[in-house]
């Protein structure tokens, strides 16, 4: 049934480019913001890396957490409450598919953000990384928003969908800003300091930044990351199987 | 000729109530079947239950044979099912290719389109559609696998005038190629003229069954109805021979009776003070009526 899978991603992808609040959250904003924070504070370094790539590495980031969480949880309780959901199932597509096909065109569209903002930063602000740099930074990006993924598909579990944009817009824009995405952890107290470790935003974060600064992979952060998808996927697989049981 | 749908001593039993009772039934292949039934009579569940939506409490329900979630039952069965809105930021024209994506032998756009009634406006969202054209667009949808089955909840319910008309004629065509339907509506005029088997239900069980005409003359009630005049008291129709009910709105009257011949003759040899009269067979709505109220004595 590749072809229905293929006809589905299709559908997801359009209407995720159609949709205006994607547009302004996950492409304006962080373009906005990256330009503005980078001309104000110009040339300065944060934890030895350049800030001017350090930051885009944080909107990059931002950027995709946002349309994460944004367009999965509003658009699975959307359609779950408005009964779209119920047709399907009476359809041929498998079950798996019309989860799998969310996932994997939310992907296709990070990609391309992440090309996107990276294209901005090499062209608009002169940044200068290695190929293996650029490919291992996108790359990060790219597979470690899966947690924020699962949020969003946990968040999608919600009866309301008002409920569920507003509940979506406060937990991506506080993860943000606790994870140090909008201004880097290290101008803020000691306590938000502390309490960022365990927050996956900072964790994703923190794995691109490590790229710039040429130290390794952090296991410790991997690990907190994968954690957190974890435990959002049995969750929300959890609360599906309960609401469906009739 | 084969049965496609059977249900087997079916309950479905949710939440404290008892919403299908020891249902069984065959459905043979190429038949309008319509469920006619009250709200909260079981039709929506059952038809829930017979698309694999809901399981049910006990008994068995076989769909070409198989369960209703298999494979290849998904592939023959479409539906129009209630409360279910369109999906957003999608045409008319994209909703329809998606959903013709999901099936081996999806029928042609271009037919989708036109049993649909929405050629013009397939480049439209399909958020953008009136009431009633959204529901020909989910009629789309249900026929873009090209079903050997065909569910119908409810499916004018919303549409104008016109969409309605437009809507039947597409059905009956449908009908007329071998295909099973089976429709729930509360439309009685509409399940009288479409479906060739009526099933009564009422409070999870079947109370009837059988074709309109069957139906309709099991009941053998005709009535007469007329204007009561300024003399006429209700008084005055008590006691005469041969009145089963008798039913006053304002000064319409309306009489049942199993003899409306005889009936006709004493009201006139009784020289009441009446006009307006019309005898008429009951139509299914009555015949309806007096089963549904039947069953709860």
Same mark, same amino acid.
């Given at each position: 049934m590749m072809k229905s899978m293929i006809a589905q991603c299709k559908a997801e992808i359009l209407r995720t480019v159609r949709n205006r609040r994607f547009i302004v959250f996950s492409i304006v904003m962080p373009v906005m913001f990256y330009f503005i924070f980078t001309s104000t504070l110009g040339d300065i370094k944060v934890g030895g890396v350049d800030w001017k790539a350090y930051y885009l590495m944080s909107m990059t980031a931002f950027g995709v957490i946002g349309a994460s969480i944004n367009t999965l949880s509003v658009r699975f309780a959307q359609e779950r409450t408005q009964g779209w959901v119920r047709l399907i199932r009476i359809t041929p597509l498998p079950n798996g598919s019309y989860v799998l096909s969310k996932i994997l065109s939310q992907s296709v569209i990070n990609l391309g953000t992440i090309v996107f903002m990276f294209l901005i930063g090499h062209f608009a602000k002169g940044i200068d990384l290695t190929l293996g740099e650029w490919i291992t930074c996108g790359l990060w990006i790219w597979i470690g928003v899966l947690p924020f993924m699962a949020l969003g598909t946990l968040l999608g579990t919600f009866k309301s969908v008002e409920v569920v944009q507003v509940a979506a817009n406060i937990v991506y824009m506080s993860l943000s800003v606790l994870? +140090?995405?909008?201004? /880097?952890?290290? =101008?803020?107290?000691? *306590?938000?300091?502390?309490? %960022?470790?365990?927050?996956?935003?900072?964790?994703?974060?923190?794995?691109?930044?490590?790229?710039? +600064?040429?130290?390794? /992979?952090?296991? =410790?952060?991997?690990? *907190?990351?994968?954690?957190? %998808?974890?435990?959002?996927?049995?969750?929300?697989?959890?609360?599906?199987?309960?609401?469906?049981?009739? | 000729?084969?049965?496609?749908?059977?249900?087997?001593?079916?309950?479905?039993?949710?939440?404290?109530?008892?919403?299908?009772?020891?249902?069984?039934?065959?459905?043979?292949?190429?038949?309008?079947?319509?469920?006619?039934?009250?709200?909260?009579?079981?039709?929506?569940?059952?038809?829930?239950?017979?698309?694999?939506?809901?399981?049910?409490?006990?008994?068995?329900?076989?769909?070409?044979?198989?369960?209703?979630?298999?494979?290849?039952?998904?592939?023959?069965?479409?539906?129009?099912?209630?409360?279910?809105?369109?999906?957003?930021?999608?045409?008319?024209?994209?909703?329809?290719?998606?959903?013709?994506?999901?099936?081996?032998?999806?029928?042609?756009?271009?037919?989708?389109?036109?049993?649909?009634?929405?050629?013009?406006?397939?480049?439209?969202?399909?958020?953008?559609?009136?009431?009633?054209?959204?529901?020909?667009?989910?009629?789309?949808?249900?026929?873009?696998?090209?079903?050997?089955?065909?569910?119908?909840?409810?499916?004018?319910?919303?549409?104008?005038?016109?969409?309605?008309?437009?809507?039947?004629?597409?059905?009956?065509?449908?009908?007329?190629?071998?295909?099973?339907?089976?429709?729930?509506?509360?439309?009685?005029?509409?399940?009288?003229?479409?479906?060739?088997?009526?099933?009564?239900?009422?409070?999870?069980?079947?109370?009837?069954?059988?074709?309109?005409?069957?139906?309709?003359?099991?009941?053998?009630?005709?009535?007469?109805?007329?204007?009561?005049?300024?003399?006429?008291?209700?008084?005055s129709l008590e006691g005469l021979p041969g009145i089963a009910d008798t039913v006053w709105s304002g000064r319409k009257v309306k009489l049942t009776s199993t003899d409306t011949d005889q009936l006709i003759r004493t009201l006139i040899q009784h020289n009441l003070d009446i006009r307006d009269i019309e005898i008429s067979a009951g139509g299914l709505e009555d015949a309806f009526q007096t089963l549904i109220q039947g069953d709860a004595k």
């Open positions: 994870g +140090g995405l909008w201004m /880097p952890l290290t =101008t803020m107290p000691k *306590i938000m300091q502390d309490i %960022a470790q365990y927050l996956p935003s900072y964790r994703f974060g923190q794995g691109a930044w490590n790229v710039l +600064g040429g130290v390794g /992979p952090d296991w =410790t952060g991997i690990a *907190i990351l994968a954690a957190y %998808a974890l435990i959002f996927m049995i969750l929300s697989t959890y609360i599906l199987k309960r609401q469906e049981a009739v | 000729m084969p049965s496609v749908i059977t249900m087997e001593h079916v309950d479905k039993e949710y939440k404290g109530t008892h919403a299908v009772k020891d249902l069984s039934l065959h459905i043979e292949e190429g038949t309008v079947t319509a469920l006619l039934g009250p709200n909260g009579a079981g039709k929506t569940t059952t038809v829930s239950m017979l698309l694999g939506l809901q399981k049910p409490t006990r008994g068995q329900i076989r769909i070409l044979g198989g369960s209703p979630d298999q494979p290849e039952a998904r592939q023959s069965v479409g539906a129009m099912l209630q409360d279910i809105s369109v999906i957003d930021r999608l045409t008319v024209r994209e909703t329809m290719d998606l959903f013709r994506s999901y099936y081996v032998n999806p029928l042609p756009l271009a037919h989708l389109l036109a049993i649909s009634g929405l050629e013009k406006e397939q480049n439209k969202f399909a958020t953008s559609l009136s009431g009633g054209q959204k529901r020909r667009l989910d009629f789309a949808l249900a026929m873009a696998g090209d079903p050997k089955i065909l569910y119908l909840d409810e499916p004018t319910v919303g549409m104008d005038v016109g969409s309605r008309q437009l809507f039947w004629e597409s059905v009956r065509a449908m009908a007329g190629k071998g295909r099973t339907i089976i429709l729930t509506t509360h439309y009685l005029d509409e399940a009288d003229s479409i479906a060739d088997r009526i099933i009564v239900i009422n409070q999870g069980k079947v109370i009837a069954d059988g074709t309109p005409a069957e139906i309709k003359a099991a009941q053998g009630h005709k009535m007469i109805t007329f204007t009561a005049g300024e003399q006429l008291r209700p008084d």
